[in-house]
């Protein structure tokens, strides 16, 4: 039997696995074609909607989720490899009656137009901010033993992975500095 | 994509005889790069077997001095270390020069030494590689080749290495943990990659199925003068269209030690022992540091797009040993 591509194809029961995984604080088991990514998992398969595919190759970090509490590109990883992990997107960040702090930054501070970056931004940002606040250093840090600050270059620097393709950067810099700036 | 399919073995012989069972086999770490091509259809893996649950992270001190780095030790993981903060400077530097911040939480050290080069026909399935189709052509050879390589090329293959981590690596002498259906070896960086020559699908000296387990890198106290210069085309968020990891160790005026190894130059990275031999020894001044340069380039080959890079890599060697220079003053 031939598949699409034109080689042998594997037999049914191998070429999908079992996973279970934490979105949002909630368990999820699924059974899944082993070349199904995070993100179309989270889209596709589970209603989740705010992770967007902008390029579908870690170019644009519109599917920035968090990964055990670290950003990463949801495009660029096969859900089957996250058993026992936990996951948190866009959809996550809020509590159950309110906005989180950096979302309402990025509100007060008008860091977004067509909003289609934004859950990417968002996620991003968060990880930034745990980055900052556990000293990691970037690569407009001066002094690479000495202690990190959120300065605009800093923000900047460490948010290159996520494009807005309606130019929000400089919004989007005051909000995460102001939520920085709260902590 | 074709099907694949997967497996996740918690010990590293396993791992081993798992890839060495079957040809068609890629191990999968970040997938930073590889999930990527398997999209593109460049690489075409009908089982993927994932290292991330072997035991091989961790960054631990070694006895004799320096640090061993676990293969799935992660790029921002180990740029945040404090010991490579304080004393390697040009592997830190190096690690925070590269990609986005998510891309550097996912990969990993083996893996980045390991990806694949950025080449756009290599990329392109549509087009004739050498590399993806052995055999099929070259078309960067006379095409879109302003980001390829100057140094060490052949007819069959022009591409360069993307790595910015490997270029600070080759720089330290640093040595890699591999293992293989025999048993374990130790490879020495800078014999990792190979020389396009006739046979640009062999990237590396490993034999097919060998397991990176870890990199160690040796005690280098001078290396807390180290740095990396990247040159992209963005400030952010770029390939390196050339690059250069320095170490230098100056007793008063003289240069007692030198380390020297560019990115972005040839298919591997490019370790500059004629720069470095230029400078031992003799009384560090920038223009020194621009003849060691012009001996180390004097074997350049530029091709169409990309003769700018030679004055390049030149003025990046002068900026950066200059400047580790003036620090120490
Ligand atoms: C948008 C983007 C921008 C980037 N920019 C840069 C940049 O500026 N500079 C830079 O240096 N890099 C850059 N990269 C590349 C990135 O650093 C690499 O893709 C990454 O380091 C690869 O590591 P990984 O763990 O994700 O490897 P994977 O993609 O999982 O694997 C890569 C290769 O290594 C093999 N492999 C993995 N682990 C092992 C092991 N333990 N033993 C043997 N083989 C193994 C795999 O089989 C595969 O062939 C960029 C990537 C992206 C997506
Ligand atoms: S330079 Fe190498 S990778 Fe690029 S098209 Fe030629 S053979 Fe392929
Ligand atoms: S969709 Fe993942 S980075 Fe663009
Ligand atoms: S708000 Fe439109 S892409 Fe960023």
Redesign the interface.
């Given at each position: 039997m031939q598949n699409r591509s034109g080689s042998a194809s594997i037999a049914g029961d191998e070429r999908s696995s079992r996973v279970a995984f934490t979105v949002n604080g909630d368990r999820r088991e699924l059974t899944l074609d082993n070349r199904t990514t995070l993100l179309d998992t989270l889209r596709e398969h589970l209603g989740l909607i705010g992770a967007k595919k902008g390029c579908d190759h870690g170019q644009c970090g519109s599917c920035t989720v968090l990964l055990e509490g670290r950003r990463v590109k949801s495009c660029l990883i096969f859900a089957v490899t996250l058993d026992d992990c936990s996951i948190t997107t866009v959809e996550g960040l809020a509590g159950p009656d309110r906005l989180s702090p950096l979302q309402e930054a990025f509100v007060a501070q008008d860091a977004f137009q067509c909003g289609y970056c934004t859950p990417g931004q968002l996620c991003s940002a968060r990880g930034v901010l745990d980055e900052l606040a556990e000293g990691w250093p970037s690569a407009v840090t001066e002094d690479l033993t000495g202690v990190v600050r959120p300065t605009d270059a800093e923000i900047r620097e460490r948010m290159a992975g996520n494009l807005c393709r309606c130019g929000a950067y400089p919004h989007i810099v005051a909000a995460i500095r102001e939520t920085a700036g709260e902590r | 994509?074709?099907?694949?399919?997967?497996r996740?073995p918690t010990d590293v012989d396993e791992a081993v005889a798992l890839l060495d069972a079957d040809p068609d086999a890629a191990y999968?770490a970040?997938?930073?790069n590889l999930?990527?091509l398997m999209?593109l259809?460049v690489q075409?893996p009908?089982l993927?077997v994932?290292v991330?649950r072997l035991p091989l992270g961790g960054v631990e001190p070694l006895p004799e001095g320096g640090l061993r780095v676990g293969a799935t030790v992660r790029n921002?993981e180990l740029?945040?270390h404090?010991v490579v903060?304080?004393d390697y400077?040009v592997l830190?530097?190096a690690l925070?020069?590269a990609?986005?911040?998510?891309?550097r939480?996912?990969a990993t050290t083996a893996g980045n030494l390991l990806q694949r080069t950025r080449c756009f026909y290599f990329q392109d399935t549509g087009k004739a590689c050498n590399k993806r189709d052995p055999g099929s052509g070259c078309a960067a050879r006379h095409g879109q080749n302003r980001e390829l390589a100057i140094l060490d090329w052949s007819e069959e293959c022009v591409a360069t290495h993307p790595s910015d981590l490997a270029v600070a690596l080759a720089a330290l002498d640093a040595v890699v943990e591999v293992a293989e259906p025999e048993g374990t070896r130790d490879v020495p960086f800078v014999e990792l990659h190979r020389s396009p020559g006739e046979h640009p699908e062999r990237e590396t000296t490993l034999r097919r199925g060998a397991l990176i387990t870890a990199v160690r890198i040796p005690p280098l106290p001078a290396a807390r003068r180290s740095a990396y210069l990247k040159v992209r085309d963005r400030a952010?968020?770029a390939f390196a269209v050339g690059s250069v990891a320095a170490v230098l160790d100056l007793d008063g005026d003289v240069v007692r030690d030198v380390r020297l190894a560019y990115g972005a130059v040839a298919h591997r990275p490019w370790r500059a022992y004629r720069a470095e031999a230029e400078l031992r020894g003799r009384p560090f001044t920038p223009e020194l540091a621009g003849q060691a340069a012009d001996a180390e380039l004097a074997a350049a080959r530029p091709l169409r797009h990309n003769g700018f890079k030679v004055p390049l890599i030149r003025a990046v060697t002068v900026r950066a040993l200059t400047e580790l220079a003036e620090s120490r003053r």
């Amino acid at each position: 039997m031939q598949n699409r591509s034109g080689s042998a194809s594997i037999a049914g029961d191998e070429r999908s696995s079992r996973v279970a995984f934490t979105v949002n604080g909630d368990r999820r088991e699924l059974t899944l074609d082993n070349r199904t990514t995070l993100l179309d998992t989270l889209r596709e398969h589970l209603g989740l909607i705010g992770a967007k595919k902008g390029c579908d190759h870690g170019q644009c970090g519109s599917c920035t989720v968090l990964l055990e509490g670290r950003r990463v590109k949801s495009c660029l990883i096969f859900a089957v490899t996250l058993d026992d992990c936990s996951i948190t997107t866009v959809e996550g960040l809020a509590g159950p009656d309110r906005l989180s702090p950096l979302q309402e930054a990025f509100v007060a501070q008008d860091a977004f137009q067509c909003g289609y970056c934004t859950p990417g931004q968002l996620c991003s940002a968060r990880g930034v901010l745990d980055e900052l606040a556990e000293g990691w250093p970037s690569a407009v840090t001066e002094d690479l033993t000495g202690v990190v600050r959120p300065t605009d270059a800093e923000i900047r620097e460490r948010m290159a992975g996520n494009l807005c393709r309606c130019g929000a950067y400089p919004h989007i810099v005051a909000a995460i500095r102001e939520t920085a700036g709260e902590r | 994509m074709r099907e694949f399919r997967y497996r996740r073995p918690t010990d590293v012989d396993e791992a081993v005889a798992l890839l060495d069972a079957d040809p068609d086999a890629a191990y999968l770490a970040g997938g930073t790069n590889l999930v990527d091509l398997m999209k593109l259809g460049v690489q075409r893996p009908d089982l993927l077997v994932d290292v991330n649950r072997l035991p091989l992270g961790g960054v631990e001190p070694l006895p004799e001095g320096g640090l061993r780095v676990g293969a799935t030790v992660r790029n921002s993981e180990l740029a945040a270390h404090p010991v490579v903060r304080r004393d390697y400077p040009v592997l830190a530097r190096a690690l925070l020069a590269a990609a986005s911040g998510q891309v550097r939480n996912m990969a990993t050290t083996a893996g980045n030494l390991l990806q694949r080069t950025r080449c756009f026909y290599f990329q392109d399935t549509g087009k004739a590689c050498n590399k993806r189709d052995p055999g099929s052509g070259c078309a960067a050879r006379h095409g879109q080749n302003r980001e390829l390589a100057i140094l060490d090329w052949s007819e069959e293959c022009v591409a360069t290495h993307p790595s910015d981590l490997a270029v600070a690596l080759a720089a330290l002498d640093a040595v890699v943990e591999v293992a293989e259906p025999e048993g374990t070896r130790d490879v020495p960086f800078v014999e990792l990659h190979r020389s396009p020559g006739e046979h640009p699908e062999r990237e590396t000296t490993l034999r097919r199925g060998a397991l990176i387990t870890a990199v160690r890198i040796p005690p280098l106290p001078a290396a807390r003068r180290s740095a990396y210069l990247k040159v992209r085309d963005r400030a952010s968020f770029a390939f390196a269209v050339g690059s250069v990891a320095a170490v230098l160790d100056l007793d008063g005026d003289v240069v007692r030690d030198v380390r020297l190894a560019y990115g972005a130059v040839a298919h591997r990275p490019w370790r500059a022992y004629r720069a470095e031999a230029e400078l031992r020894g003799r009384p560090f001044t920038p223009e020194l540091a621009g003849q060691a340069a012009d001996a180390e380039l004097a074997a350049a080959r530029p091709l169409r797009h990309n003769g700018f890079k030679v004055p390049l890599i030149r003025a990046v060697t002068v900026r950066a040993l200059t400047e580790l220079a003036e620090s120490r003053r």
